[in-house]
């Protein structure tokens, strides 16, 4: 009875034994497994430890510096620069291209001062509105002792004008004349193949008989685009033409 008492016992102890053993385990089974799951990041911890910038992030300072620094050309200039024309101590004729060939258009009298619009290649003539028709153009020129230019010629644009058409004066006389002020000889008309005729910018000249005593004045004959003027009376009256 009694060993039997002692089996008992012994059952019972390891019973309880293994029960302590068995909560003991699932003890530190939780234990384990909260320590793991709270070293393991969640979904939603990783983009609190690595942000997304929400607005782009100002340039480096030295990124700014060396675009800043970095040389570029001069960009060409999109506006005309106020060239000033005046005219003092005399009159000067206004024409229909930049060069003594073309016809008048119009006067700049003394004291006129007007704004250039634009130049020929070599900046000598300068094209202008006409003080007597606003809208239409003309050309003056600047090397004259009348001209004086304020600005920067170089800064007007170019303007492209077609050619002037020829003028002559045409010696059709038995004598030798002097074209004046241009100081031109034209010989007589025999000597056609030779040196009769001239050609001549647009103005006025004076003709003169080289044959005759005196040198007498003959005509004033005023030149225009295309136009051939012919001299055929001389300094003693006697009228020829040209064949």
Not at 69 to 83: E, F, G, L, M, R
């Amino acid at each position: 009875m009694q060993i039997i008492r002692k089996y008992k016992t012994q059952i019972l102890v390891t019973i309880f034994a293994l029960a302590v053993f068995v909560l003991q385990a699932c003890v530190q089974f939780e234990t384990i497994e909260t320590e793991v799951a709270d070293a393991s990041p969640t979904v939603s911890e990783v983009p609190s430890r690595t942000p997304r910038p929400k607005e782009p992030t100002a340039l480096p300072v030295a990124t700014r510096t060396a675009i800043s620094n970095t040389p570029t050309a001069s960009p060409v200039p999109t506006q005309v620069s106020k060239v000033v024309f005046t005219v003092s101590g005399g009159n000067l004729n206004i024409r229909r291209g930049p060069d003594l060939s073309y016809n008048y258009l119009d006067v700049l009298y003394d004291g006129g001062v007007v704004n250039a619009i634009g130049r020929d290649r070599l900046g000598d003539w300068l094209q202008i509105e006409l003080p007597s028709n606003p809208g239409a153009m003309g050309w003056v020129i600047t090397e004259t002792k009348y001209s004086s230019v304020e600005g920067e010629i170089r800064s007007l644009p170019i303007v492209e004008v077609e050619d002037a058409l020829p003028a002559f004066i045409r010696n059709c006389t038995k004598h030798r004349i002097l074209v004046q002020p241009a100081n031109v000889e034209l010989l007589d008309k025999y000597n056609e193949e030779l040196d009769n005729i001239g050609h001549f910018d647009v103005h006025t000249y004076q003709i003169y008989d080289l044959d005759v005593a005196g040198s007498p004045r003959l005509d004033d004959v005023s030149l225009s685009e295309g136009k051939t003027v012919d001299i055929i009376y001389d300094g003693n009256g006697d009228k020829s033409k040209c064949e």
